[in-house]
């Protein structure tokens, strides 16, 4: 590698709805691991008041390997009760979406 990788986050677009159907796709426990609260997490997005969270997009994270060499793109979401945060990997996320598109409903 000749330098650091150029971090486009453009490729890591995720829906609050599409990041939902990929969380119950893989079947992510809603239990937080640390407390025990069950269904309590929330999702780190670009609309805080999470009044229209279906429309909004997920934050993305970029996590810088140690060596500055690499890095991972990231979406998080957090427990309401004691603030654990859980970590998904961006690129899992988005092939998995990719692999499984939303499926259009042509009668309503």
């Given at each position: 590698m000749?330098?650091?990788a150029e971090y486009d986050s453009s490729q890591f677009k995720v829906t609050y709805e599409?990041?939902?159907r990929f969380v119950e796709g893989v079947n992510v426990t809603n239990v937080c691991g640390s407390c025990g609260a069950?269904?309590?997490w929330y999702v780190?997005?670009?609309n805080f008041e999470q009044s229209e969270a279906d429309a909004c997009e997920l934050t993305i994270y970029r996590l810088d390997h140690?060596?500055?060499q690499?890095?991972?793109a990231a979406f998080m979401e957090g427990c309401e009760k004691c603030g654990t945060i859980?970590?998904?990997d961006a690129t899992v996320v988005t092939?998995?979406?990719k692999v499984n598109p939303k499926k259009v409903s042509w009668w309503k």
């Open positions: 000749d330098g650091p599409d990041f939902t069950d269904n309590e780190h997005t670009s140690a060596s500055l690499a890095f991972r859980r970590t998904y092939e998995w979406l």
